[in-house]
């Protein structure tokens, strides 16, 4: 059975850092496609990072552009979301996804319903 676990949310000031990481169990292959979403209270799960298996396409939203940078560690299956430069509307719980096989147009590996697998969450929260 497959599962994610995250780490590395937590409660920071504006500006600061914190750097998120996902280690799945179980999974006896590389996937695909690894990615970050964040949902915040009221809002829809939205598409933060996303990076296939070569990394050779790694797609940031606009609102992280410059500031957050997805890494993977293919040996070892994980990934990382380093979040610099934090403001308050990053605010959300942060979830892992992973998908298994390939798609055919890389831009669907920003909805969330293209996943496979599911973390169940960290809570980064940036106070002002």
Do not use: H
Not at 50 to 60: D, L, V
Not at 95 to 121: E, K, N
Request: hydrophobic fraction near 35%; charge should be positive.
């Amino acid at each position: 059975q497959v599962q994610l676990v995250e780490s590395g949310g937590g409660l920071v000031q504006a500006g600061g850092s914190l750097r998120l990481s996902c280690a799945p169990s179980g999974l006896t292959f590389r996937p695909y496609a690894m990615g970050w979403f964040r949902q915040a209270p009221g809002k829809e799960r939205e598409c933060v990072s996303t990076i296939t298996r070569s990394g050779g396409n790694i797609y940031y939203a606009d609102s992280v552009k410059g500031r957050f940078t997805i890494s993977r560690d293919n040996a070892k299956n994980t990934v990382s979301l380093q979040m610099n430069s934090l403001k308050p509307e990053d605010t959300a719980v942060y979830y892992c996804a992973v998908r298994v096989l390939s798609i055919a147009t890389i831009a669907g590996l920003r909805f969330p319903d293209r996943y496979d697998y599911w973390g169940q969450g960290t809570q980064v929260t940036v106070s002002l």
